[in-house]
Structure formats: C-alpha cells, structure tokens
C-alpha cells in the first residue's frame, strides 16, 4: 500500500479545490484499477480489506479522502455535490475498470456518472444513500454518531462483530479526523435529494450492481424492488448477515462481485 497526495490545483480554482490524500495499493500498471469512494465519516481506510485482496490478485486499488475527511484538506469549505465532485476528478483517475460507491460515497458515484464526471467501466454501489426527503433526517444520524459512537477498537468491534481490529482501527483513526460539522455541510446540507429515478438509466449506461444488507437505513424493501423492476435482477444483490459495511462484513463475497465486473462476466458479457 501506498498513501500520495494528490494533484496539486493551480490557477484561478486553487482556493476552491481540495487536495485529496489518497491511499493506494498494488501496482501502479496494474492491468485493471478500482476507485472507491467512502462514506460520510469514514476516510480511505475504510476500504482497506477489499483493496488488499484484490492488490493481491493483480489489481490496482485507488482510494481518496473525501474534502474534509482523513487527511484531506477542507479547502474552501464548500461541501457541495459540485464541490465534492470536482475535488475527485482532479485527484483520481475517472475512468477506472470498476468505479465503487459506498453509502454516501455511493450517492456521489451516482452523481458523477450522471454528470460525466466519473465514466467507469463498471459501477458497484453499495448500500447507497440514493434519497433523503429532508435535511433533518441525515443531521439527525450524524449527531447520533457523533454523541454515541465508541471511541475505542474494542467497543466498535462490539457494534460490528464481522470487522477486523484494522477496519475498527481505521474508523477510530476517521473519527478523530472528522469535524462532525463539515460531515454535516456534506450529509446535511446537500439534502433533498433523490436519485431513486436515476437508475434505470444509470443501469442502461453502464454494468451496475447495487449491494445491499437485508436490512438497510438507505434502500428499504420497496426501493430494492422498484430497483429490480427498472433496473434488472441481476443488478441487485441483497446479502444475508451483514450490515451498512457490506465490504469490512463479507470481504471474499464483495471482492467476487468486483472481479465479475471488472472481467465483465457478472451479466454474462
């Protein structure tokens, strides 16, 4: 593994864009490349488990701390989704072979496919937060988090018994980076929005999978099959016994899905 910095911004933009800290791993000329955007919160570690595997199997793994999060700059302090966006298409590569998307970050992959921002070859997104009717409703999960989540490896490893002592380790590590009230001018203030009629067009664009725990706060039963329905069953992937990290809780599972779509075999191509 890796940590670089990214692209220094010059110019007339420098004072709005943030310098994103990215984490790598495996070989720069890898023949195939994921990038993988985290969660409100979380920092680039939080991919640590998939990454290291699949650097093991030949890939190269690319994962930035968002603007405000792990050791990336705040910048201007502008959180929004076009701030956001454009911190990540001057930092990372934008065309990589699978582009991942987890909760939050999997909102902002969306957003960027949309956009042209981001054109991947393929598309994970898991547990994404696709929708959210109002601002109150994600202020209100991070002053949850903030007041009650453990500060300690032990008592994280409680709350998720599938992680390893790294992934606790990395979320102790982001939750002494994070100021809760810049993850609140990304959670929050960004709020309404809905992306939930987006993906059957998503879908259409470009191999799509939405991984999902049977119990999600972000993709509720209806959703999942309304996702079906428009984009296809083979798209959606719902796992027994895991939780909102689908990635830390069934790392082997997760990775089998990244390689099928980076070998373009997942929908049989």
């Keep these: 593994m890796h940590r670089c910095g990214g692209r220094s911004p010059a110019g007339p933009r420098e004072t709005e864009m943030a310098t994103l800290n990215l984490m790598r791993w495996g070989d720069r000329d890898?023949?195939?490349?994921v990038v993988a955007l985290h969660g409100i919160t979380a920092n680039a570690g939080a991919m640590t488990e998939p990454a290291r595997l699949l650097a093991a199997r030949g890939w190269q793994f690319i994962?930035?701390?968002m603007r405000g999060h792990g050791e990336s700059s705040r910048a201007d302090g502008?959180?929004?989704f076009t701030r956001l966006l454009a911190d990540f298409v001057e930092n990372v590569p934008t065309d990589p072979d699978v582009l991942i998307g987890h909760s939050f970050g999997?909102?902002?992959a969306q957003l960027g496919v949309l956009s042209g921002d981001f054109r991947p070859k393929a598309l994970l997104l898991e547990d994404p937060v696709s929708h959210f009717a109002d601002k109150a409703t994600p202020k209100a999960m991070l002053d949850w988090d903030e007041a009650n989540l453990p500060r300690g490896i032990d008592g994280l490893l409680e709350l998720n018994p599938g992680w390893s002592r790294r992934d606790a380790a990395w979320k102790l590590l982001s939750l002494e980076q994070i100021d809760?009230?810049?993850a609140r001018a990304a959670f929050s203030d960004n709020a309404p929005w809905d992306l939930r009629p987006h993906a059957a067009e998503i879908a259409a664009r470009l191999p799509t999978?939405?991984?999902l725990p049977e119990q999600s706060r972000f993709v509720p039963p209806e959703d999942i099959a309304r996702l079906r329905r428009e984009a296809g069953e083979r798209s959606v992937v719902v796992m027994?016994?895991?939780g909102h990290s689908i990635h830390r809780d069934a790392?082997?599972?997760f990775v089998d899905i990244v390689e099928k779509l980076g070998a373009r075999t997942w929908f049989g191509q």
């Design 30 to 33: 890898a023949p195939k490349t």
């Design 209 to 211: 999978v939405w991984v």
């Design 240 to 242: 027994p016994g895991v």
């Design 78 to 80: 502008d959180f929004s």
């Design 63 to 65: 994962a930035p701390d």
């Design 180 to 182: 809760f009230d810049d």
């Design 106 to 108: 999997g909102a902002l």
């Design 251 to 253: 790392t082997e599972a």
